[in-house]
């Protein structure tokens, strides 16, 4: 649930694809409040990379973060992006979100190349240039997603010490807390709907009555979970728009807001926005596959990003909300 769409802006509801573009200058975003002063950015990409920036193209797509492609006088090509006021440690937390995911070697991840929190802020991965997503199904191909499907089923098949994070940092712009828990209910209901209940109170995104149902639901928890699984390795915010299949036909994750969690969060994140295909779906349950039930329980897990649209987007959002918690309340 972080910065949605900076090497591509992917899917809304319904999956429809939207390649992201380059704009032209870097003027065009100069007033944002998210965007630091470019010349101390710069100097700092160059710190970072011990190279000298030749072009920095602003890319389009984030609702929170600021992104470049740039391109450095050694011939190498990077990613940066970076905020004026990210929440603390947000950028070295990602780094090491990035860096966790990519242990157990099963997926392909961006590269981190050098990260700092002091300002101006900023983390710079390696460059991964998308390739054509358009093939046989729904646009997808089915070599890719039955890859993808593999690599995410080997990575969450990699126990996590906690639900949570070791280091107890938030992750993601609503700066949600990840206090490790023992179980999945406790860490859904303690660090995601409760906190999200709130926020949502104080930007007056949700009804009162919504929110009480939303609560209402945080204490059902334990009657709802599924079967006891260990926490698995979860990228956190795998929406497509954060998975960057190459000009090879690879399969790359990057942005995100990983921690330990329930495995099928990633797939019920997945599923909301569209962007990968029944290939995709069915390869990873040939590996791992989920327990009984499983799919009374996707919108259960979708509470917590649908919330998280509501407050920063409202429209339909709302709406999606009061779905979801139809099946539970």
């Known amino acids: ?60 797509g984030g609702d929170f973060a600021t992104a470049y492609r740039v391109e450095l006088d050694d011939g190498r090509i990077v990613f940066a992006k970076t905020h004026r006021d990210p929440p603390p440690g947000f950028f070295t937390t990602e780094a090491n979100g990035l860096r966790w995911l ?24 390696e460059w991964i240039e998308p390739g054509d997503r358009v093939s046989s199904q729904n646009g997808l191909s089915t070599s890719s997603e039955v890859s993808f499907g593999l690599s995410l089923a080997q990575l969450h098949q990699v126990d996590a010490p906690s639900f949570g994070r070791q280091d107890c940092r938030t992750t993601g712009s609503q700066a949600l807390p990840n206090d490790p828990c023992s179980t999945w209910p406790e860490f859904y209901a303690d660090r995601r709907l409760r906190p999200l209940a709130e926020r949502a109170a104080q930007a007056n995104a949700l009804p009162h009555a919504t929110i009480d149902r939303l609560l209402r639901v945080a204490d059902r928890l334990p009657d709802l979970a599924s079967v006891d699984e260990p926490p698995a390795r979860l990228h956190g915010d795998l929406w497509a ?10 399969n790359w994750i990057i942005d995100p807001a990983a921690h330990g969690g329930h ?42 990003p649908l919330v998280v649209h509501a407050i920063k987007f409202g429209g339909g959002y709302v709406a999606g909300v009061e779905d979801a918690l139809s099946a539970y309340i």
Request: net charge negative; aromatic share 6%; proline share 4%.
């Open 263 to 304: 495995r099928e969060f990633d797939l019920a994140m997945m599923r909301l926005f569209g962007g990968f295909s029944d290939d995709c779906f069915l390869a990873y349950n040939n590996v791992y596959p989920l327990s009984d039930g499983w799919q009374e329980r996707v919108r259960l897990h979708q509470l917590a």
């Open 241 to 250: 728009g954060n998975r960057v299949i190459d000009r090879q036909g690879a």
């Open 1 to 60: 649930m972080g910065d949605h769409g900076l090497y591509l802006t992917a899917a809304g509801v319904g999956g429809a694809l939207v390649v992201a573009s380059y704009i032209a200058t870097l003027d065009a975003i100069m007033s944002s409040t998210k965007t630091t002063e470019p010349d101390q950015l710069i100097r700092q990409i160059q710190k970072i990379c011990q190279a000298t920036v030749i072009v920095m193209s602003p890319l389009s």
């Open 102 to 125: 990519a242990e157990p070697a099963v997926v392909n991840v961006a590269r981190v190349l050098g990260v700092t929190d002091n300002a101006p802020a900023c983390l710079v991965v």
